[in-house]
């Protein structure tokens, strides 16, 4: 019942030009049948009436269920034919009519956006835009060397698959399935143990077709992704951290694990070039958002190529940053939000963005518990207005859980997250009015 009623709901919805050929479909029918009751009306009824001699009752109950007999039959062949009518112009799509027909009438008309992060911030936002359009470029950034993604890294002398596989498959049609398999973890002899199956076939498709950034639209087409993912750069570089002591510290995990306060971060080697398309999807943007992601090993990693936080600087779009739920151990250790703000602006100019998305609800005291041994906790909300970068603050519920390594964790709710961009953006705002005035 309930999947009856969203197939209904969905061909009702806005902008898919499908409801007014419905509706004439069903008036041109009305004038035929007018026409030949107009016609023939009179000599039919004396023939029914003589062949079959009802009372008055019995007749009307007959006419309902011979209207209501034909209209269901009328508009069951009528889904039947744009059934058969999309097969036919998509044969190599498995979705349902009404949601081909959506996802190309609104979905594929959505605003341009460019997500620019990694991590499961990253991936956690995609899920939810995916909903909005399918015209979503994800920037990930590519300096992870730790777990599978660096053993493949020192190993085959390759970029990290794992935050790229992440982001393919949150855009991926049918996520849900594809991810038992694409996350499962091998039980193999150890130069395979514990590798994601993702990770392999990604650098298999390298191998195959020559390229990373060709492996990526290879696997992007079997996955049949709503949007496409890029390497933040095709250069194999480190992050470089200097530390409150001096000290300096080469490699994300290496990073993380030291205890010390991250100073200020660097790329090795110093000038690392971007990924073209990257720069060239920025500038095309109607919206670029920034974070959510761990802030000195997911977001400013991205900022540090050569020339993209320029871009965005300059960049016409409409841009969001997304305010982090929790503090990272061993990166943000009681960091506010404020503090946060101020470390991203000294890689971007926080004064080129537009809004700054924050959640207002505070995750539950039992969600608290379980992060003491972490020490993590929720990032303080001690912005003031009007602030030093004129951000427009927006406060929202967009809190959410997720299962990540076998546990319940706090995370950004990717639907709430893509309800309050699309909400309170000007760009997703002048989709809406272009669906209504169609």
């Known amino acids: 019942m309930r999947a009856t009623r969203y197939r209904i709901i969905r061909w009702l919805m806005p902008g898919l030009r499908i409801k007014r050929w419905i509706a004439l479909a069903f008036v ?8 030949a009751l107009y016609a023939f009306g009179v000599d039919v009824a004396r023939t029914l009436y003589r062949t079959v001699p009802l009372d008055s009752f019995a007749r009307h109950l007959v006419a309902i269920a011979m209207i209501l007999a034909g209209l269901a039959g009328f508009s069951l062949s009528l889904m039947h034919l744009v059934r058969s009518v999309a097969k036919a112009l998509a044969p190599g799509e498995s979705e349902k009519a009404s949601t081909l027909i959506y996802r190309r009438r609104i979905l594929d008309r959505g605003p341009k956006v460019v997500a620019v992060g990694g991590g499961t911030g990253l991936s956690t936002l995609l899920r939810g835009l995916k909903q ?25 002398d390759v970029l990290p698959p794992g935050d790229v ?3 393919l498959l949150a855009l991926a049609d049918d996520e849900e399935q594809l991810s038992r398999y694409f996350q499962y973890r091998l039980h193999a002899p150890e130069e395979l143990a514990g590798h994601a199956l993702g990770n392999l076939l990604l650098m298999g498709l390298e191998q195959a077709t020559g390229s990373f950034d060709r492996a990526i639209e290879a696997m992007s087409h079997f996955l049949n992704i709503r949007g496409r993912v890029l390497p933040a750069t095709l250069e194999n570089a480190q992050l470089l951290a200097t530390m409150d002591d001096g000290t300096m510290i080469t490699g994300e995990s290496q990073i993380v694990a030291d205890p010390r306060q991250i100073r200020t971060m660097a790329l090795q080697p110093n000038r690392v070039m971007p990924y073209e398309s ?30 993209v936080a320029e871009a965005i600087e300059k960049a016409g779009a409409e841009k969001l940053l997304v305010a982090n739920l929790m ?9 506010s939000l ?19 998305l924050i959640n207002s609800e505070r995750p539950s005291i039992d969600f608290l518990s379980r992060y003491r041994h972490e020490e993590a906790e929720p990032v303080i909300d001690d912005l003031v207005e009007p602030n030093v970068y004129g951000l427009e603050p927006i406060r929202d519920d967009l ?40």
């Open 165 to 167: 596989r992440n982001c």
């Open 132 to 156: 909005m359009t399918t015209n979503i470029t994800a920037v990930v950034t590519v300096m992870d060397n730790g777990g599978s993604s660096g053993r493949l890294r020192e190993q085959l």
């Open 338 to 356: 404020t503090a946060h703000l101020k470390t991203l602006n000294e890689y971007i100019q926080l004064s080129r963005f537009d809004h700054l």
């Open 28 to 35: 041109s029918m009305g004038l035929i049948v007018t026409a």
């Open 399 to 438: 809190l959410g859980t997720a299962k990540w390594a076998g546990k319940v964790t706090v995370k950004h709710d990717p639907e709430k997250l893509a309800r309050a961009i699309a909400k309170h953006t000007q760009a997703f705002a002048q989709q809406h009015r272009r669906s209504e005035a169609e």
């Open 278 to 307: 990257v720069l060239e999807a920025i500038t095309e943007a109607d919206l670029i958002l920034l974070g959510p992601g761990s802030l000195f090993t997911s977001l400013i990693p991205n900022l540090l190529v050569e020339g």
């Open 327 to 335: 503090t990272q151990h061993g990166e943000t250790d009681h960091l």
